[in-house]
């Protein structure tokens, strides 16, 4: 028995691959032109509400004998409980200790003073 022979056609198949660099592009300046578009409108909206705001600062001077001057004094004040004599007595009693014994109103006392 005779055995059959095929032969088989090689092709060589060329792709061409298409570049879309014009895409990219325009997505990049879409994206900047919305940002810029926010910016504006952002600003726009500061303006709007920045002109709206009115201050009113009233301010008199006495002279004279009847003129008097006005001291703060210290009162008593209560952190957490606790009474103190003054903000100075209580920073005085408070700064020296650890955080880890003070509560978080004594803490937020201590950082502001």
Known sequence: MVKKTTKSNTRIKTTKKKTSTRKKQAQKEENSFGITLLIIGGLILLIYFASNIEANVEVSIES??????????????????????????????????????????????????
């Open 64 to 113: 004279g004998k009847n003129a008097k001057q006005e001291e703060v004094v210290d009162q008593k004040i209560i952190i957490s409980g606790k009474t103190y004599a003054s903000k100075k007595a209580a920073m005085e009693q408070l700064q020296f200790l650890p955080q880890s014994r003070l509560t978080e109103e004594e803490i937020k006392f201590v950082e502001s003073y």
